[in-house]
């Protein structure tokens, strides 16, 4: 029943921003911690981002922490992932997730995903 469907990417020039949402179909989105995780081409799955059931308990992988912001509104059951200063390095295929807590996200212990959409920074 549960459901995340993940919108959003598009291609961008280094330094420039996007918004990733992540929409929860169920009608328990405010129990489940949510967050990102990337893969580029090539690359290993990378954690980046997650947000606690009950905001503002985040955690940030090192590499998007102080460019990224992650946020939820839960009357509109949605995630959102804030990108700034986008660096082509930033490029891969983001996937919403959920979990039990944002710390499990951190330590890549997730119950569901997302789709993915597609993120290209261009230099």
């Known amino acids: 029943q549960v459901q995340l469907v993940d919108s959003g990417g598009g291609l961008v020039r280094a330094g420039g921003s996007l918004r990733l949402s992540c929409t929860f179909s169920?009608?328990?989105?405010?129990?489940?911690?949510l967050g990102w995780f990337r893969r580029g081409a090539g690359e290993e799955r990378e954690f980046v981002a997650a947000?606690?059931?009950?905001?503002?308990?985040?955690y940030y992988a090192n590499s998007v922490k102080g460019r990224f912001t992650i946020s939820r509104d839960n009357a509109q059951n949605t995630a959102y992932l804030q990108m700034n200063s986008l660096k082509p390095e930033d490029t891969a295929v983001y996937y919403c997730?959920?979990?039990?807590?944002?710390?499990?996200?951190?330590?890549?212990?997730?119950?569901?995903w997302g789709q993915g959409t597609q993120v290209t920074v261009s230099s």
């Open positions: 947000i606690s059931g009950v905001a503002p308990n985040t």
């Open positions: 997730a959920a979990g039990l807590s944002a710390a499990a996200l951190s330590s890549n212990r997730v119950d569901y």
């Open positions: 169920g009608r328990t989105f405010s129990t489940y911690a």
